[in-house]
């Protein structure tokens, strides 16, 4: 069976730094391209940043480049997500999914609040 | 960067009737390479993580109910779902998988009446 568990948010104040973790399971990580994508308490889903499979290809939202960094331990079967500088505006909900263009396995969430 | 425009914002319905989304994308989502559309449809109910429905503008995700039906290409898809049920209570997200940076559009929240 398919899992992403995500890990690694928390309250955290602004300008503060924080990594999230998407452990997968279920299938051969290494083969698949993954994706970090949030949600706003009661807004829509914003795409956050995208990685290939094998970390050649690397790709962020304007809203959070230069501040976060995904990243990949294929050995270890985990996606991560710096995130520097955080801001109150970075306050969502934040699933990791797998796929390129057909995300068809999404996380449960973990909530990332910045606030002082 | 493509903007998704997506309509209506809300919608509610009788269960047994049928329902259109629309989306509607400021670039063209057909690659002339392969003749694909990449656009995908998905589901999120309360409380729960989105779920992929519909890839590539018309295929639907293995497991998906056939009542749900995507269509369209270039700038202009619809996804239809037909006899609506109550499990069907959810917002709808179209997105386009064409070029960095992904895109969402803004979501239809369907209401059962």
């Known amino acids: 069976e398919v899992q992403l568990v995500e890990s690694g948010g928390g309250l955290v104040q602004p300008g503060r730094s924080l990594k999230l973790s998407c452990l997968a399971s279920?299938?051969?990580?290494?083969?698949?391209?993954m994706n970090w994508i949030r949600q706003a308490p009661g807004k829509g889903l914003e795409w956050v940043a995208s990685?290939?499979?094998?970390?050649?290809?690397?790709y962020y939202a304007d809203t959070v480049k230069g501040r976060f960094t995904i990243s990949r331990d294929n050995a270890k079967n985990t996606l991560y997500l710096q995130m520097t500088s955080l801001r109150s505006e970075d306050t969502a909900l934040y699933y990791c999914?797998?796929?390129?263009?057909?995300?068809?396995?999404w996380g449960q969430g973990v909530m990332v609040t910045v606030s002082s | 960067d493509i903007v998704m425009t997506q309509s209506p914002s809300s919608l509610a319905v009788s269960a047994g009737e049928t329902v259109t989304i629309n989306c509607k994308s400021s670039?063209?989502?057909?690659?002339?390479?392969?003749?694909?559309?990449?656009l995908a449809w998905y589901q999120q109910k309360p409380g729960q993580s989105p779920k992929l429905l519909i890839y590539?503008?018309?295929t639907r995700e293995s497991g998906v109910p056939d009542r749900f039906i995507g269509s369209g290409s270039g700038t202009d898809f619809t996804l239809t779902i037909s006899s609506v049920q109550a499990e069907d209570l959810a917002d709808y997200y179209c997105?386009?998988?064409?070029?960095?940076?992904?895109?969402f559009g803004s979501g239809t929240k369907l209401e059962i009446k």
């Open positions: 999914a797998r796929g390129i263009t057909r995300w068809d396995y």
């Open positions: 279920g299938f051969t990580f290494s083969n698949y391209g």
């Open positions: 990685i290939s499979s094998s970390s050649s290809y690397i």
């Open positions: 670039q063209s989502l057909l690659s002339s390479g392969n003749q694909k559309n990449y």
């Open positions: 590539l503008a018309s």
């Open positions: 997105q386009q998988h064409y070029s960095y940076p992904l895109t």
